[in-house]
């Protein structure tokens, strides 16, 4: 089926660094999401993305958070700058439609560690 | 604001056993409810979804049935194998905002052969 790529596996990063995590989400879908989930929580919706622009953001998605996707590349999530609570595995999803009604196609997830 | 709740984190059962995860609702309207499916390693997959009340969605054996009047969306599977462990999530479409999916907590599923 459709596959969705997240680039690194895991990042290890020394607190207040900058980190970006890139995501190849399935070809010829338009939107794109960023989760997160804390070790033994539930995974928490961050920000979605289309068209070039962020649609809707929560509480998690932090001043330090950025979303680009420039020119068809990589879709990212860039924390700057990271802090201890960024520690999670972040998943990357995309969808040919909203997310409320479309299937998500999720990535394998990069597990962050923020020492 | 909307939520899932699934009442089992973890579920260990036998091959060939009856399966029930049991999921339920807070939303308003009729939000569309799905079940994703998560192996070690992987990112959650896509199993199968409903969005109208008493519509039952089923892919792979498993299976679940929209009621409203209950505010639930219960995976069932009549006979487990031991290539079924996994993490199930229990998800629904954000009635507010309309773009994306809220999860529930997940259930861990060890089949012991």
């Known amino acids: 089926g459709p596959k969705v790529l997240q680039i690194p596996s895991h990042q290890i990063i020394d607190m207040g660094q900058m980190v970006t995590l890139n995501c190849d989400p399935v070809?010829?879908?338009?939107?794109f999401y960023w989760y997160k989930q804390i070790l033994g929580q539930q995974m928490e919706f961050l920000v979605n993305f289309y068209n070039g622009k962020v649609m809707e953001k929560s509480k998690l998605f932090k001043d330090q958070f950025s979303v680009e996707r420039p020119d068809g590349s990589y879709f990212t999530l860039k924390i700057q700058p990271t802090a201890l609570e960024d520690s999670a595995v972040y998943f990357c999803?995309?969808?040919?439609?909203?997310?409320?009604?479309?299937?998500?196609?999720f990535g394998a997830g990069t597990r962050l560690s923020v020492l | 604001g909307d939520s899932v709740t699934q009442t089992e984190g973890q579920v260990a059962l036998s091959e060939e056993d009856f399966l029930t995860i049991h999921c339920n609702y807070s939303a308003s309207g009729y939000p569309a409810l799905f079940w994703y499916v998560q192996y070690p390693g992987e990112g959650p997959q896509f199993l199968f979804r409903a969005s109208r009340d008493k519509e039952k969605g089923s892919s792979r054996g498993f299976e679940a049935t929209y009621d409203k009047g209950t505010t639930s969306f219960h995976l069932r599977k009549a006979s487990v194998q031991e290539s079924d462990s996994a993490v199930y999530y229990c998800a629904l479409g954000d009635s507010n905002s309309g773009t994306y999916q809220r999860f529930g907590t997940g259930t861990k599923l060890q089949v012991v052969p």
């Open positions: 999803a995309s969808s040919t439609g909203l997310g409320d009604q479309n299937t998500l196609y």
């Open positions: 070809s010829n879908h338009l939107y």
